[in-house]
């Protein structure tokens, strides 16, 4: 087999040699024209697109998720209930504190009624009855005393009436004391009173761990993560959705160490979807990262941009193609990146001239992914040899052929 290398060796050099020597006339190489132009240095990369705006819906309580509304993609509102937790136990617990509370203020009813209040009534209006009397009795004793005084009335008949008026003063105060004793009982009133209060309590705790149960959204947006379903159990605070503002989107765009130079604020980007052929989504870098991380085998920084996503066709989660425009020079002077060639670590390209290749020793500027722009070595229309497998060589008889 040695043999078959060797041969095809110098089938090989037999080749060159008379491409380069037995061909009649000069060698047909491509070249292209160096011209000047819009340049726009672009740095591409990937990244992978969040909602600028989202928030979590969670779990209100520990317990299983009974029901559950909504799907992806759907648009919710703040505050929306999307779901609801079991509730059989809440439930119960409302019903319990409910007859706790009206048990309570049975026994408010009962003790501000008192435990005689009819026998109180009636005792009210013999202690008035009795009061008539005894002021009317006083009023005779006050006449008897004058006529007394006059003679017109005798001591026995004073003396009599002044007992009579005793009596009634003293009916008066035993009524009145009597009635005292049947009065309600204050201290068994204030505490059937705090029961009621500690009752209502209870219940208004109940049924906001009712109210609980529901499953609520935090913010308005679209559904964009949805991990559960109904009958899960789920932890207090558990996540069982992702809730967003798709319209603008944020753009982690990772950026290789060595490349970071070329990111500041406010660049353009641009972002292309696999899934989307043709699709262009606009952004801008927004915050250069804080520090480096590592992402496999690469060194990176997170850049952050924001996405314009108005017809939110964008979806969050997706891995997008991010090409930064870094730099853009106006008149620039460009040469296609393919005709420059690395000869003793210096950049050169090959230029026709009086139909023989010249090397020119070029230095550069920014560069796109096809075309780089040329600060020195080069003129606005040179012809730039392209690659080809033709060996160059200074002074090597050429046809240009355009491409």
Not at 348 to 377: C, N
Request: proline share 4%; net charge positive.
């Amino acid at each position: 087999m040695k043999w078959i290398a060797v041969g095809g060796a110098v089938l090989a050099a037999a080749g060159l040699a008379y491409w380069t020597l037995g061909r009649s006339g000069p060698a047909v190489v491509p070249f292209a024209k160096v011209s000047r132009g819009r340049l726009v240095s672009t740095l591409g990369t990937n990244a992978r697109i969040e909602p600028m705006d989202w928030a979590v819906v969670r779990a209100p309580m520990a317990g299983k998720l009974a029901t559950l509304s909504i799907a992806l993609g759907d648009t919710v509102r703040a505050g929306q209930a999307v779901g609801a937790m079991d509730a059989a136990a809440a439930r119960a617990a409302v019903v319990q504190a409910e007859a706790a509370l009206e048990q309570a203020r049975a026994g408010l009813a009962a003790a501000e009624r008192g435990p005689a209040r009819q026998l109180v009534a009636e005792l009210e209006g013999e202690l008035a009855t009795a009061r008539v009397e005894g002021e009317q009795a006083r009023r005779r004793v006050k006449n008897l005393e004058a006529l007394v005084a006059s003679q017109a009335a005798t001591r026995l008949e004073l003396e009599q009436a002044q007992d009579r008026a005793a009596l009634a003063e003293a009916r008066v105060e035993a009524l009145r004391k009597r009635r005292l004793t049947l009065e309600l009982d204050r201290p068994a009133v204030d505490s059937a009173r705090a029961r009621v209060k500690e009752a209502e309590s209870v219940l208004a705790v109940a049924r906001a761990a009712l109210a609980r149960t529901a499953v609520v959204s935090p913010m308005a947006g679209t559904v964009y993560s949805l991990e559960v379903k109904p009958g899960a159990v789920m932890e207090n605070g558990a996540a069982i959705a992702e809730v967003g503002r798709l319209e603008e989107l944020r753009a982690i765009v990772a950026v290789d160490e060595p490349e970071m130079g070329r990111v500041a604020v406010g660049m353009p980007v641009e972002f292309t979807w696999d899934a989307q052929p043709g699709r262009k989504w606009a952004g801008r870098v927004e915050k250069m990262p804080a520090r480096i991380v590592a992402s496999g085998s690469r060194q990176v920084g997170e850049v952050v941009c924001r996405v314009e996503n108005a017809d939110r066709t964008l979806p969050a989660g997706a891995n997008v193609n991010a090409t930064i425009l870094s730099k853009t020079v106006e008149g620039a002077l460009i040469a296609p990146k393919e005709a420059l060639r690395r000869e003793n670590g210096l950049t050169v390209a090959y230029v026709a001239a009086a139909g023989k290749l010249q090397r020119r020793v070029l230095k550069t500027g920014v560069s796109s992914i096809t075309h780089v722009e040329v600060l020195d070595g080069l003129k606005e229309g040179d012809l730039v040899a392209l690659p080809t497998e033709l060996p160059f060589s200074e002074g090597l008889a050429v046809t240009p052929e355009a491409r």
